[in-house]
């Protein structure tokens, strides 16, 4: 993706990715905290809502460890909160010396994190917080201007396509138990209510799909769809519930003409970008994200102070979190090449069967 995209970045590797619960057992050379044998725990969430977790973060985390010589454990809760404590429970028992979550919700979240922090073992919340917590650190996107993008980017495509003013556009939230997505409407909303109150569009929806279930998303869609269907836009969280939303317009025969916003850059998502059925996505470099969480982690697993770009406030716990917040890029038919440029994504996933000639007027 060139130097546009990597200049604010000083971080570590990639490697393949592995089985849903593979964990690694490299020795490392030096001592951690209480000279303890530095070990890293990691609970990922689960593989449902999206594929990232584990065709992405797992992998990159990995590797960073790997080429660290750190040991560590990488598990994923596979969206059960008792399994996940169950995770956390033996991976501090089984001496973790740094530990690094994704939570499932802000209950399940706060407990692991206390168990963990009156274990003696440093913290860190991985792409969304938990609220009330006590993560020591944060190491996420700055998400807010995920949904800005996602906002302008809905606008654009609602003006290239001459929507006539008062136009109805809908809001497809994520989960209600998730920060990330209080802070992704956040963001979209910033660019498109100041539009619904000078009359631009109209917003006839505003719905969050809990636990980012994509099925679940697909019916409140459909349910918004029929109650009103003369919808022209809709912000829609991620690619997930994008793709569900897309599903409905296509059995409607209105996809292409109805733009939606995603995000995580998917092969999924991008196809639908290249296929004209999805108006943009947002790419989030998780390679980025996870080398900065794999660096901050090893340094607390060897006892080491963490080094952060700023904070987060948790307005639950009162508290500002030290934090890495990265950077978003928005995703549309002009750029997708982008993504496969910085190999998040590989051409001979992305343009598979009719996407071949799509890849190839986009210029991948």
């Known amino acids: 993706m060139g130097k546009r ?4 970045a000083a971080l570590c590797g990639a490697l393949v990715a592995t089985t849903a619960a593979g964990c690694g057992n490299s020795d490392s050379t030096s001592d951690g905290a209480a000279g303890k044998t530095p070990k890293i725990g990691v609970i ?8 990232r977790w584990e065709t992405a973060d797992r992998k990159y985390l990995k590797e960073a460890f790997e080429k660290a010589g750190v040991k560590y454990d990488i ?3 596979q969206g059960d909160p008792a399994q996940f404590q169950t995770i956390a429970d033996a991976m501090i028992t089984n001496g973790a010396t740094a530990l690094m979550i994704v939570n499932l919700d802000a209950g ?22 938990t609220l009330g917590g006590s993560a020591k650190y944060y190491v996420s ?12 980017g809905l606008d654009k495509c609602l ?3 001459k929507a006539p003013k008062g136009a109805e556009i809908v809001y497809l939230n994520g989960s209600p138990d998730d920060n990330n997505a209080t802070l992704f409407k956040q963001g979209y909303a910033s660019v498109l209510d100041p539009k619904v109150e000078d009359g631009t569009y109209k917003l006839v929806a505003d719905q969050a799909v809990p636990k980012w279930d994509n099925q679940t998303g697909g019916t409140i869609f459909e349910q918004m769809l029929t109650s009103h269907p003369q919808i022209a836009g809709a912000a829609i969280a991620n690619d997930g519930l994008a793709g569900a939303a897309i599903a409905i317009l296509k059995k409607n025969g209105l996809n292409g003409k109805v733009p939606v916003t ?7 998502g991008l196809q639908a970008v290249l296929a004209g059925d999805q108006c943009m996505t947002v790419y989030k470099a998780v390679k980025k ?8 982690a090893i340094d607390l697993a060897n006892g080491k102070e963490g080094k952060t770009t700023g904070t987060l406030h948790d307005p639950v716990g009162n508290r500002d979190i030290p934090s890495i917040l990265l950077e978003p890029l928005s995703i549309t038919k002009e750029n997708v090449k982008d993504v496969v440029t910085d190999g998040y994504v590989t051409k001979d996933k992305l343009c598979t069967g009719r996407y071949a000639a799509m890849c190839a007027a986009a210029g991948i």
């Open 141 to 152: 996107f700055d998400n807010v201007k995920v949904g800005k993008l996602q906002g302008e």
């Open 262 to 268: 995603g995000q995580d850059a998917t092969v999924e």
């Open 108 to 129: 399940s979240g706060k407990a692991v994190l206390k168990k963990a922090t009156d274990a003696g073992i440093p913290t860190i919340d991985y792409d969304r917080p």
């Open 289 to 296: 994200e996870a080398e900065a969480a794999a660096t901050l």
């Open 159 to 161: 003006q290239a396509a």
């Open 75 to 77: 598990q994923n809760a």
């Open 5 to 8: 995209l990597w200049a604010a």
């Open 44 to 51: 990922l969430p689960d593989s449902k809502t999206s594929a």
